[in-house]
């Protein structure tokens, strides 16, 4: 993925690490939400994703959950990420972009600031009426979605009150060393930015394991944020993470605990249908030309989601 500087875009096709050779992740720097500048109306709002990215994953699993598919729109890029970004075709499971007819995703980020200077990622929340992006924080869109709830489905709240503290810490604590942490492992540079990254991965996956022995979700019976948070990455995790990404202490299925609470979420209500294993498999494979520099995409594992919980 190349990225803008000045507006200028510059093509590259590997990911940036620090001096150890350890993946460093830009922070989001679109980061407003639904309120006096950003009011919610119907159908003002856009949202840009791809079925391959768990950032993007988790939005629309909230979007789907609440029953927002019909007042906040989607276009969905192409699975192949290539040196020039993510962008717009006519695949299976694609949607192209209705509001400009883009064919790239970096054409936003440029519209919103002429002279922006980072990486294009997705998810973008792009405001139509004034033309520019609310947000590109995962995160903080599943959050305003879920505010957004009395519109749909008030008895769904994936941030109550008196779990929010709970759950938000829960989320925060597994970001860099699970979440993060795959990619962390997939794109260093170095065995020891690599040893680094998949011990600090599986000391947390075997703690999260523990944690749900006798719990449903993470903060007990009820699904939050947190979980959405956590099951996008167990999805993708034994199909890419842990071959792809050399993620293979262990593998999902070989926890039962967390084989459990990842099957339990896929069977939940609106859930399954945002989970695209062809798309999802087709970028990492095909895109990571550093990773998989044949593009080759492997025709297993064979995994039952749909298994009894």
Same mark, same amino acid.
């Given at each position: 993925?190349?990225?803008?500087?000045?507006?200028?875009?510059?093509?590259?096709?590997?990911?940036?690490?620090?001096?150890?050779?350890?993946?460093?992740?830009?922070?989001?720097?679109?980061?407003?939400?639904?309120?006096?500048?950003?009011?919610?109306?119907?159908?003002? @709002?856009?949202?840009?994703?791809?079925?391959?990215?768990?950032?993007?994953?988790?939005?629309?699993?909230?979007?789907?959950?609440?029953?927002?598919?019909?007042?906040?729109?989607?276009?969905?890029?192409?699975?192949?990420?290539?040196?020039?970004?993510?962008?717009?075709?006519?695949?299976?499971?694609?949607?192209?972009?209705?509001?400009?007819?883009?064919?790239?995703?970096?054409?936003?980020?440029?519209?919103?600031?002429?002279?922006?200077?980072?990486?294009?990622?997705?998810?973008?929340?792009?405001?139509?009426?004034?033309?520019?992006?609310?947000?590109?924080?995962?995160?903080?869109?599943?959050?305003?979605? %879920?505010?957004?709830?009395?519109?749909?489905?008030?008895?769904?709240?994936?941030?109550?009150?008196?779990?929010?503290?709970?759950?938000?810490?829960?989320?925060?604590?597994? @970001?860099?060393?699970? %979440?993060?942490?795959?990619?962390?492992?997939?794109?260093?540079?170095?065995?020891?930015?690599?040893?680094?990254?998949?011990?600090?991965?599986?000391?947390?996956?075997?703690?999260?394991?523990?944690?749900?022995?006798?719990?449903?979700?993470?903060?007990?019976?009820?699904?939050?944020?947190?979980?959405?948070?956590?099951?996008?990455?167990?999805?993708?995790?034994?199909?890419?993470?842990?071959?792809?990404?050399?993620?293979?202490?262990?593998?999902?299925?070989?926890?039962? %605990?967390?084989?459990?609470?990842?099957?339990?979420?896929?069977?939940?209500?609106?859930?399954?249908?945002?989970?695209?294993?062809?798309?999802?498999?087709?970028?990492?494979?095909?895109?990571?030309?550093?990773?998989?520099?044949?593009?080759?995409?492997?025709?297993?594992?064979?995994?039952?989601?749909?298994?009894?919980?």
């Amino acid at each position: 993925m190349g990225h803008f500087i000045q507006g200028v875009w510059h093509p590259e096709d590997h990911f940036p690490s620090d001096q150890k050779g350890a993946f460093q992740r830009a922070a989001s720097q679109f980061r407003h939400s639904f309120g006096e500048q950003f009011p919610f109306e119907p159908g003002r @709002y856009h949202l840009y994703v791809s079925h391959a990215c768990p950032w993007c994953h988790r939005t629309m699993i909230v979007r789907s959950l609440l029953g927002l598919e019909d007042v906040i729109p989607v276009s969905v890029v192409d699975p192949l990420m290539t040196e020039e970004g993510w962008h717009f075709s006519e695949g299976e499971g694609c949607i192209p972009d209705p509001v400009f007819g883009l064919e790239f995703i970096r054409e936003l980020y440029v519209k919103a600031d002429p002279s922006y200077t980072g990486r294009c990622t997705v998810p973008i929340l792009w405001d139509i009426q004034t033309g520019t992006i609310v947000s590109n924080e995962s995160s903080e869109i599943i959050r305003m979605f %879920n505010g957004l709830r009395d519109h749909k489905k008030p008895s769904v709240d994936l941030a109550p009150p008196e779990l929010l503290a709970e759950s938000d810490a829960w989320r925060d604590r597994f @970001y860099n060393s699970v %979440n993060n942490g795959v990619y962390r492992c997939g794109f260093s540079r170095s065995q020891e930015a690599y040893d680094e990254a998949v011990q600090e991965l599986f000391v947390m996956l075997d703690e999260l394991e523990a944690h749900l022995a006798e719990r449903r979700f993470l903060c007990g019976d009820r699904m939050t944020e947190a979980d959405i948070c956590l099951f996008v990455t167990l999805l993708r995790f034994d199909p890419v993470y842990v071959t792809h990404f050399k993620c293979n202490l262990r593998r999902i299925v070989d926890m039962p %605990n967390l084989w459990r609470f990842t099957r339990d979420v896929f069977q939940w209500p609106g859930v399954a249908e945002t989970c695209d294993l062809r798309h999802i498999k087709e970028h990492y494979f095909r895109s990571h030309r550093s990773v998989n520099p044949s593009g080759v995409v492997p025709a297993g594992p064979e995994i039952d989601f749909w298994g009894l919980i």
